[in-house]
């Protein structure tokens, strides 16, 4: 149980163009689901908060009108990166507590790697 | 925001050595897990571990709230444990929708 996807698992796309990544509680319900981004050797870092329902929470330093979050349903979030640049790349990863789960652990996707040309 | 301290940041072992890692929080915090992060990228939950002792095969973890640490044991160690090692919390105080602040983790490597 408790498992999270990810589409897709990796994506190289043309500078200037937008990307949507998926994110998807198979088997639980998660009102919130969280998107970090990794660099090559680093640890994750927290993008934003993504809320069932309503708009998401970024961290500071995040551009919200870059990095757009939908979390339309209990079991699907998505991030779009829009006007993607070389900067850009990078892993993203994202992960979901059940809603209903006996604890607060999170679980997490596979990663999404995006390469920007 | 809290700091978390993971060490030591790289560690090498021959195989069916014993390692401890370490993760100190600069506040209380909840929420604590123990992650894999295998080489292609995908989190695994080793423990999620507020506070006490668990045990999973050879690997087993202990935390003490009170004094803002925990470690995790990795016993009999086999290259297919290889990889980083994370530790995450939630801080106590303040914060809200169970936000993780993660280490910058422990990169093991077993040799055979």
């Known amino acids: 149980g408790a498992v999270v996807s990810q589409h897709p698992s990796w994506v190289i796309c043309k500078s200037g163009t937008s990307v949507k990544i998926e994110c998807r509680s198979l088997d639980f319900q998660a009102t919130t689901m969280f998107w970090y981004r990794q660099f090559p050797k680093q640890s994750l870092m927290l993008m934003a908060t993504s809320n069932e329902g309503s708009k998401a929470t970024y961290e500071q330093g995040v551009e919200k009108d870059k990095f757009l979050i939908n979390h339309a349903s209990l079991t699907l979030s998505t991030l779009t990166v829009t006007s993607a640049h070389p900067e850009d790349s990078s892993f993203y990863i994202c992960?979901?507590?059940?809603?209903?789960?006996?604890?607060?652990?999170?679980?997490f996707g596979p990663g999404t790697r995006l390469t920007v040309t | 925001g809290i700091q978390v301290e993971q060490s030591p940041p790289d560690l090498i072992l021959q195989e069916g050595a014993n390692s401890t890692l370490r993760c100190n929080f600069s506040d209380s915090v909840n929420n604590l897990q123990w992650f894999h992060q295998n080489p292609w990228g995908q989190l695994i939950n080793l423990f999620y571990i507020p506070s006490g002792t668990k045990q999973n095969g050879r690997l087993s973890a202990t935390t003490v709230a009170t004094e803002r640490y925990s470690l995790l044991y990795i016993s009999s160690s086999q290259t297919t444990d290889s990889g980083v090692y994370f530790c995450?919390?939630?801080?106590?105080?303040?914060?809200?929708?169970?936000?993780?602040?993660f280490g910058k983790g422990t990169l093991l490597t077993v040799n055979p």
């Open positions: 992960s979901a507590r059940d809603r209903q789960g006996p604890t607060y652990e999170q679980y």
């Open positions: 995450a919390g939630k801080p106590n105080s303040g914060g809200s929708n169970y936000k993780l602040t």
